[in-house]
T-cell receptor, first 113, second 114 residues
Framework: RKEVEQDPGPFNVPEGATVAFNCTYSNSASQSFFWYRQDCRKEPKLLMSVYSSGNEDGRFTAQLNRASQYISLLIRDSKLSDSATYLC??????????????FGKGTKLSVKP | EPEVTQTPSHQVTQMGQEVILRCVPISNHLYFYWYRQILGQKVEFLVSFYNNEISEKSEIFDDQFSVERPDGSNFTLKIRSTKLEDSAMYFCATFSVLVSYEQYFGPGTRLTVT
C-alpha cells in the first residue's frame, strides 16, 4: 500500500476557478503534514503546513482529518501562476529521530486563461 | 531570505565513476537531508544527518552512498561507483527544529550517468 496517495491529475481549470486536491496517508505514525508545490524540474517549495484545526493562507486553505488520514488543499480564485505540481507530504518520526518526509507523487494543476 | 544552495547544478558522469554533490545548508539549521527524484517519479528520502552522524537512511542509501560534513558548512553526498539508475535530481534539505519541522530544499543537482 502506497504511503501517500494523491490523484495524479492533471487538473485543467480556468483562471478564477476553485480547485481542491485530496490526499490520503497510510501510516498513522505520521506527525506533521505539508503541502509543497513543485514547478517543472525545480525543487519542492513549501506552500503551507497543515494543522488539525485547519489553516488558511490567502487563497489557500488546508485541512487535516487524522481519524480518516486525509489531507486536503483548496485553492480559490486560481491564477495562471498557480500552475504547478502540488505535493502532499507527511513527516514520519521514528524513535528519537526527527523523521523524514514522505512524498506523494503529486497532482498536476494547469490554470488556463 | 536565507536559502539552501547546491553545487553543481548539473553533473554528467560515466558509469562507475565517483561523484560528490555539495550542499550549503541555511546557517542556523542543524538537520540535513538528501532526497532524490528520478524523472517523472516522486521525491524519495535517502538519508538524514544530525550532530555529525546519520540519523536515518532508506533502503536506497546502500554502501555506494556516503554523507559527511567535512568543514562545518558544506554537507556532501558521495556516490562511490555510479550506476545508470542513479541518474536523478538530488535535493538537499535542511531545517531547524527550534523554528519548525518545515524542511527547505536546495535547487538540486541533476546527475546524469552515461
Amino acid at each position: 500500500r502506497k504511503e501517500v496517495e494523491q490523484d495524479p491529475g492533471p487538473f485543467n481549470v480556468p483562471e478564477g476557478a476553485t480547485v481542491a486536491f485530496n490526499c490520503t496517508y497510510s501510516n498513522s505514525a505520521s506527525q506533521s503534514f505539508f503541502w509543497y508545490r513543485q514547478d517543472c524540474r525545480k525543487e519542492p517549495k513549501l506552500l503551507m503546513s497543515v494543522y488539525s484545526s485547519g489553516n488558511e493562507d490567502g487563497r489557500f486553505t488546508a485541512q487535516l482529518n487524522r481519524a480518516s488520514q486525509y489531507i486536503s488543499l483548496l485553492i480559490r480564485d486560481s491564477k495562471l501562476s498557480d500552475s504547478a505540481t502540488y505535493l502532499c507530504v507527511v513527516n514520519i518520526i521514528y524513535g528519537g529521530s526527527q523523521g523524514n518526509l514522505i512524498f506523494g507523487k503529486g497532482t498536476k494543476l494547469s490554470v488556463k486563461p | 531570505e536565507p536559502e539552501v544552495t547546491q553545487t553543481p547544478s548539473h553533473q554528467v558522469t560515466q558509469m562507475g565513476q565517483e561523484v560528490i554533490l555539495r550542499c550549503v545548508p541555511i546557517s542556523n539549521h542543524l538537520y540535513f537531508y538528501w532526497y532524490r527524484q528520478i524523472l517523472g517519479q516522486k521525491v524519495e528520502f535517502l538519508v538524514s544527518f544530525y550532530n555529525n552522524e546519520i540519523s536515518e537512511k532508506s533502503e536506497i542509501f546502500d554502501d555506494q552512498f556516503s554523507v559527511e560534513r567535512p568543514d562545518g558548512s558544506n554537507f556532501t553526498l558521495k556516490i562511490r561507483s555510479t550506476k545508470l539508475e542513479d541518474s536523478a535530481m538530488y535535493f538537499c534539505a535542511t531545517f531547524s527544529v527550534l523554528v519548525s519541522y518545515e524542511q527547505y530544499f536546495g535547487p538540486g543537482t541533476r546527475l546524469t550517468v552515461t
